[in-house]
């Protein structure tokens, strides 16, 4: 039984550049199927996003990705690692979490 890697829609999955629209899902980023490809030898690749998950399989189907694709949800999966162009690792300190939170930026900001 594989070991499941989630992974968010927007800004991970396509170049996203900030909210345009529910119609708006942005082009795959490039390199994309070869790192969905190679995390799929191992893992079971789940989607999570906010979107409607109907449109999301309809990108991935578009853009040929959905083989290498478990599950789309809109819900935060049980997962091995999550990974989530807007999220901070927790590291037992609030203080220094504050202080993360106060400076975030995503990398495409």
């Known amino acids: 039984m594989k070991k499941t890697i989630a992974l968010d829609f927007d800004g991970v999955l396509n170049n996203y550049t900030g909210w345009k629209g529910e ?3 942005y082009t795959p980023l ?3 199927e070869d790192f969905l490809s190679t995390l799929n030898e191992e893992y079971d690749v789940v989607i999570f996003t906010c979107r409607d998950i109907r449109k999301v399989y309809t990108w991935l ?3 040929d990705l959905r083989k290498y694709v478990k599950v789309v949800t809109e819900t ?3 997962a091995m690692i999550y990974i989530d162009d807007r999220a901070l ?3 037992g300190n609030y203080i220094e979490t504050l ?3 106060n400076k975030f ?3 495409w900001e």
């Open 23 to 25: 119609k708006c899902l």
């Open 30 to 32: 490039p390199g994309l």
């Open 61 to 63: 189907e578009k853009y």
């Open 76 to 78: 935060k999966p049980k």
């Open 89 to 91: 690792k927790f590291e």
């Open 99 to 101: 202080n993360k939170i």
């Open 105 to 107: 930026k995503t990398w």
